[in-house]
């Protein structure tokens, strides 16, 4: 096992277990809510960067001609919405703020955020949820990239709907986390990273798969279960310490593992994973 995992667990886990953020009583709070929305104007693609605290997180697609549309209940002692679009980059920053400038947490009990983002154009996602839940439905959209990072929350992504073009990465980054990733296949991805703490995480590659492509998982101290299509061919290429590993449908070939129709399927996942502490289960789909 390698000591970059173990120090990621462990920071994950004091993470957890540390000190919260204090929102203050009742009185102190005053909750607004607020909506702001741009028209989408030009083809070019662009870079969507969404940072949310604390709270519930809901991510989704926009109405034809609208690049983005927001929503926020938030409490304005503590934070400030933020939408900004530049038109020279064509970079799209959404999300709160605290009041002195740096991103705000808030808190969890109350504060919700809904986004809705364009299918019509490619768009670079960078996406950073702190605490709470959230549901993220990229479903659709143009990716081009995904990188997102979760701190102590439960979150669920899901791909839907195959993505129109073709992604080069998606990376996901979870402290402690409770991660549920659905239709992996429709991301179109020629890359998959995922990179785990504490938690409990389940990684589904079904959907319309378009070729081959590579995944990574480097998990902590946790379980991974891993959902793989029967039609898919799969190498999965495993390093880990105290960590159980159900291999069950896969056969054993010059230390890999792999999938009996690895050499006449069309389409080929292949997985590195490396864990430190706890379970690898892989569950076929059909």
Known sequence: MSERLLRMAVVALLTAVGPGFDPGSASSQDWRTVTSARQLWGTEPVKVRIEYGAGRLEVGSAAKGTLYRMETRYDQNQVA????FSEESRTLHLGIR???????KGSTNGSRASVALTREVPIDLDLDFGAGEAKIDLGG???QRVDLSTGASETKVRFDQPNPIRATLIQINAGAADLEVRGLGNAHADRIEFSGGVGSTVLDFSGAWQGHAAASVRMGIGSVVLRLPRSLGIRVDRSSFLTSFDAAGLVRRDGSYFSTNWGSARNRLTIDVEAALGSIEIDWVD
């Open 98 to 104: 605290s009041r002195e400038g740096r991103r705000g």
């Open 141 to 143: 959209l143009r990716l």
């Open 81 to 84: 919405p933020l939408s900004t």
